[in-house]
C-alpha cells in the first residue's frame, strides 16, 4: 500500500496511559479506546503509525528522555545532571531497536500527544534543538546527543490534544477538595503494587527503574514491593521530578519557563469542550458526556470558576481548561480560519471540539467521529508536508 504521508506519526499517550507494546493495549488500546486501535485503523489506511509508551506518572523530561531512546534504538539516559538534582539513577533501559527504522532529517517524524502526552513532546523538541547547557557541562564528551541540541528537524510538526499547555484549575480545584495527598499516594501504591508484579512490563509499564520502583528489563529485582513503595513515598516527597508536581500551577509554569518554540516545526493544538451555554439560566453548565467522571469535573471546574467571579467561562473538557489547551502562554499562537496557511515556529490553535477528555481519544465516543476526527488531523499534516521540502 502506497503511504499517504512522507514521515511516520508518533502518538504519546497521557497520565496513566500506554503503548502499543504494552499488554493492556490489545484488551483496550489507549489510541481508540473503546472504538479500537486508531494505529490500526490508520495504518490501514496507508497512513505509518506508532504508539510510543513513556512512564506514565514520570516527569515530562523523563518521558522525552524514555521517548528518544525508542526512536532511536538506545539506552534511557537521563542526564547525569538531572538525575544528581532528583536523586535518581542516570541510565534507564535499554532499547534493542528503535520504535521505527531510519529516523533522521531525511525521514522526520509528525509528533502527537494527548494530554500529558502534549509536554512529553513539547520537551523532546526543545532538547533536540537547543540541548541542556547544564547536561553538555555535567557530562562533558559523555553527553547525550539529545541534550547537545541541533537536532530539532528530526521532528516535522508537533499536535497538543486536550493537552495542559497553560496552568489549568483541575490541580487546585484538587487542592480545594483535599485530593492531592489522595491522588499522590493512591499513585505511588499503585503504581508499586504494579510495577513489582508479574504484570509490569506484560499488562503494563511504569518505566521506573531509574526510581528503584521497576526492575531494568533482564535485570534481577534489588527491592522488595514494600521497599519499593517505601523508597518511592520518599522519592515523591523529595522530588518534583514526577507527574503530580508536573500538572501543578508550578510545575507547568516551571516548563512554559524553560521549552521554546521551535521555528520549523510546525505546532498545532486540538482542544475539547464539555461545557455549553444555558440561555434558559443565563450561564455555564457541564454537558453530559458519555464519560459520567468527566461531567463530574467539569461541573467542579465550573463550580470553581463561579466562586471566582467568572460568570461564563472559555469551558473545560473535564480536566483542561479550553484556554489552557490552546497554547502555552509565552508562545505566539493563531487562531484557525478557513483556508488558513499554516505556519511554522507558532501555534495554530483548531477548532474547538465537542466533548470530555476521553472523546478526544475514543473513550465511550462515536467510532465514526473519532475516526473522522484522527483523518482530518492526518489530512492536515499531508497540507504542511506539501507545503515546503524542509
Known amino acids: 500500500m502506497e503511504k499517504k504521508l512522507r514521515y511516520p506519526i508518533i502518538f504519546v499517550h497521557g497520565m496513566f496511559g500506554w503503548g502499543e507494546n504494552e499488554g493492556i493495549n490489545k484488551k483496550i488500546p489507549y489510541w481508540g479506546a473503546t472504538t479500537g486501535s486508531l494505529t490500526d485503523f490508520l495504518n490501514d489506511k496507508g497512513y505509518e503509525c506508532y504508539a510510543a509508551s513513556v512512564g506514565p506518572i514520570s516527569s515530562a523530561w523523563d518521558q522525552a528522555c524514555q521517548l528518544y531512546a525508542q526512536l532511536m534504538g538506545t539506552k534511557v539516559d537521563y542526564g547525569k545532571a538531572h538525575s544528581l538534582r532528583h536523586n535518581h539513577k542516570q541510565f534507564g533501559r535499554e532499547y534493542e531497536k528503535p520504535l521505527f527504522e531510519?529516523?533522521?532529517?531525511?525521514?522526520?517524524?509528525?509528533l502527537i500527544g494527548h494530554s500529558f502526552g502534549g509536554l512529553c513532546i513539547r520537551m523532546l523538541s526543545h532538547l533536540l534543538e537547543y540541548g541542556d547547557p547544564r547536561e553538555v557541562e555535567a557530562s562533558g564528551d559523555d553527553v547525550s546527543p539529545l541534550f547537545k541540541g541541533g537536532n530539532g528537524k528530526l521532528i516535522y510538526s508537533l499536535s497538543a490534544i486536550c493537552s495542559p499547555l497553560g496552568t489549568i484549575d483541575t490541580y487546585e480545584v484538587a487542592e480545594k477538595?483535599?485530593?492531592?495527598?489522595p491522588i499522590r499516594a493512591g499513585t505511588v501504591f499503585y503504581s508499586c503494587a504494579m510495577g513489582r508484579s508479574p504484570l509490569n512490563g506484560k499488562a503494563v509499564d511504569f518505566h521506573l527503574e531509574h526510581f528503584g520502583l521497576t526492575n531494568t528489563p533482564g535485570q534481577k529485582d534489588t527491592e522488595s514491593g514494600h521497599q519499593a513503595r517505601k523508597l518511592m513515598r520518599k522519592k515523591y516527597k523529595e522530588t518534583d521530578d514526577n507527574i503530580v508536581f508536573g500538572l501543578s500551577p508550578e510545575g507547568i509554569t516551571k516548563l512554559n519557563k524553560m521549552v521554546e518554540i521551535v521555528p520549523h516545526i510546525y505546532y498545532f493544538s486540538f482542544p475539547f469542550n464539555a461545557v455549553e451555554y444555558d440561555?434558559?439560566?443565563q450561564k455555564?453548565?457541564?454537558k453530559k458526556t458519555d464519560l459520567p467522571l468527566m461531567h463530574f469535573t467539569s461541573f467542579l471546574l465550573l463550580h470553581n470558576s463561579r466562586q471566582k467571579g467568572i460568570d461564563k467561562s472559555a469551558g473545560n473538557d473535564g480536566l483542561v481548561d479550553v484556554l489552557a489547551a490552546c497554547s502555552p502562554p509565552d508562545?505566539?499562537?493563531v487562531q484557525y480560519?478557513?483556508?488558513m496557511d499554516y505556519q511554522s515556529g507558532i501555534w495554530n490553535v483548531m477548532p474547538v471540539q465537542t466533548g470530555d477528555h476521553g472523546t478526544a481519544i475514543g473513550l465511550m465516543a462515536d467510532k465514526d467521529e473519532t475516526q473522522n476526527f484522527y483523518l482530518n488531523i492526518m489530512a492536515l499534516l499531508k497540507k504542511i508536508e506539501s507545503n515546503k521540502n524542509k
Not at 477538595?177 to 495527598?181: F, G, I
Open 279 to 281: 440561555e434558559k439560566r
Open 337 to 339: 480560519t478557513e483556508n
Open 284 to 286: 455555564d453548565k457541564a
Open 102 to 110: 531510519g529516523w533522521s532529517e531525511e525521514k522526520k517524524v509528525h
Open 177 to 181: 477538595y483535599s485530593l492531592v495527598r
Open 331 to 333: 508562545e505566539p499562537s
